[in-house]
């Protein structure tokens, strides 16, 4: 999907200020149909995602937003025609685009668009923070500055965006964790690729100290009943959420959202061999949404179904 269909108007919502506790606003309360898929519901902060099939053939106007967005086609291509400020000296451009093709639009750049065809494709809204807090690290500036692109493809976004949807799509437990581990990785990866600052070598130090490891690990241990973010998990080892993530892999070879998963299924290993609680309490009490995520993973990693440990 290009960044046109996916554009909210320019006197719309995306281009006001919004809380910094709220993510970034989505499409389809705008001119779009309802997407078929959302995280308006799923706790994400410093993202947004949003599936739509169909988008219907359309045209926006002159669009301005207020954080930065990424719109991605899937499936059938279709004919574009887009402009976006410092973009071929802004001319209108003509292409096709197919499955992978996508739009990377910078905040504050005015950008249009008009498609010929029904299509479909999803959307991600970043917000400017979670990139300022990340080039701090990655670029050593305190400001951001990402150079407008024509559209692109890129294997990597499409690949946390199709990951991202399946999580939605799935009802995984640890939907935020995992959602924000994404959008770090994906801020990471845009600050690398596609800013007009120059990538600087950060020092970086490895793995956990023994005692942030202890730190975030008994926290995650005293929390398992509840929804855990990176930036509180960061928060506890010192740590930005980009160089925590990649210090608790070194540390434990795993990342935050597989050991946080594992640690529940421990505790439920637990409660049932303690045989007081029925399995669905037991699933509640460990932090899963509700049986059937408890089963899909207690499985995954013992081999058998809670029922038959418990019985056992």
Known sequence: MAQAPLSLPSDSKSNQPHDDSDPPPGYSEQ???PPKLTSAEAGWSSVSFEYHHPVPAGETPNLCFDH???????GQGFQLDWQIEEVAKGRVQRQ??????????????????????PHEG???????????RNATELLAVAQVELLPQKPLYDPLILQIGL????DLASHRLGGRLYAEAMATALAAHILRNYSAHSHQS??????????????VTS????????????????????????HFCR??????????????????????????????????????????????????????????????????
């Open 163 to 166: 990951a991202l949807k399946a």
């Open 219 to 242: 926290y995650i241990r005293d929390h398992l009943n509840q929804e855990l973010s990176l930036e509180e998990l960061a928060a506890i080892a010192q740590l930005s959420p980009y």
């Open 68 to 74: 930065y967005a990424i719109a991605v086609t899937l």
């Open 31 to 33: 001119f779009l149909p």
């Open 247 to 312: 210090s608790f892999k070194q540390s434990t070879n795993l990342t935050p959202h597989q050991y946080v998963i594992r640690q529940r299924v421990e505790q439920a290993k637990l409660l049932l061999k303690d045989g007081k609680m029925g399995i669905s309490e037991v699933a509640v009490a460990c932090g899963f949404t509700h049986q059937s995520h408890l089963n899909r993973h207690f499985k995954r990693l013992t081999g058998v179904t809670p029922k038959n440990f418990y019985q056992s």
């Open 122 to 132: 999803f959307a991600i809204n970043l917000k400017p923070e979670l990139l300022t």
């Open 96 to 117: 096709m685009l197919f499955h992978g093709g996508m739009t990377l639009v910078p905040m504050r750049h005015a950008h249009w668009g008009v498609w010929n065809q």
């Open 202 to 215: 950060v020092r970086y130090l490895g793995g956990l100290s023994p005692t942030q490891l202890k730190l």
